[in-house]
């Protein structure tokens, strides 16, 4: 199975400010990856798709770069409704596998 | 809109099996092949298999075979999962979600989760 490697595992920063999230995959993906935001209690949304698609409905600050084995999440002017924790998953070759999640909380 | 609407927790022997449902709405049913995705606290996220509702055709990860048992029901556009020989370490938050489409493994509409606890 792929192995999805994410940091950091946790993350404070304030509101307003621009964070970013890696996920580094075993081998090469070929930019099939995706990024999840689960809030708090909630199930996880789909937020970016091959590595750089925004899904419908979600706000452009969240934007998704990389390619090969190294990929990031960068979150533009921090809200506090982006309080979450962060999965990468890829999609190139199955089992589907996702990383460990990075938690995401206002400083 | 599209909604997956999964049934309630549930409180398990050790042994036992369990057949969880999850009811689509808002969209063709048979027009996106549905995940079963497992989370725990330790593990993270897991995904258990795939379904496509029309033909009834199942994928499984190799972890879950034997574990997970996939079906379908078109004319209540309903997903089942029957996990059995159950252990506590099959306690968790087990997910459906729906493929984007067939078979990309992109999960774009989620259940809310139905909680598992393997307790004696």
């Known amino acids: 199975d792929i192995q999805m490697t994410q940091s950091p595992a946790s993350l404070s920063a304030s509101l307003g400010e621009t964070v970013t999230i890696e996920c580094l995959a075993s081998?090469?993906?070929?930019?099939?990856l995706a990024w999840y935001q689960q809030k708090p209690g909630k199930s996880p949304q789909l937020l970016i798709y091959?590595?750089?698609s925004l899904n419908d409905g979600v706000p452009s600050r969240f934007s998704g770069s990389g390619s090969g084995t190294q990929y990031s999440l960068k979150i533009n002017s921090l809200q506090s409704e982006d309080v979450s924790i962060y999965f990468c998953?890829?999609?190139?070759?199955?089992?589907?596998?996702f990383g460990g999640g990075t938690k995401l909380e206002l400083k | 809109q599209v909604q997956l609407q999964q049934s309630g927790a549930e409180l398990v022997k050790p042994g036992t099996s369990v057949k969880l449902s999850c009811k689509a709405s808002?969209?063709?049913?048979?027009?996106?092949?549905m995940n079963w995705i497992k989370q725990t606290t330790g593990q993270g996220l897991e995904w258990i298999g795939i379904i496509n509702p029309g033909s009834g055709g199942t994928s499984y990860n190799v972890k879950f075979k034997g574990k997970a048992t996939l079906t379908v029901d078109k004319s209540s556009s309903t997903a089942f999962m029957q996990l059995s020989s159950l252990t506590p370490e099959d306690s968790a938050v087990y997910y459906c979600?729906?493929?984007?489409?067939?078979?990309?493994?992109?999960?774009?509409?989620w259940g809310q989760g139905v909680m598992v606890t393997v307790s004696s």
């Open positions: 979600a729906r493929d984007v489409s067939e078979d990309e493994y992109y999960f774009d509409y």
């Open positions: 808002g969209y063709t049913f048979t027009s996106n092949h």
């Open positions: 081998e090469d993906i070929y930019s099939n």
């Open positions: 998953q890829q999609n190139y070759d199955s089992p589907p596998t």
């Open positions: 091959y590595a750089n």
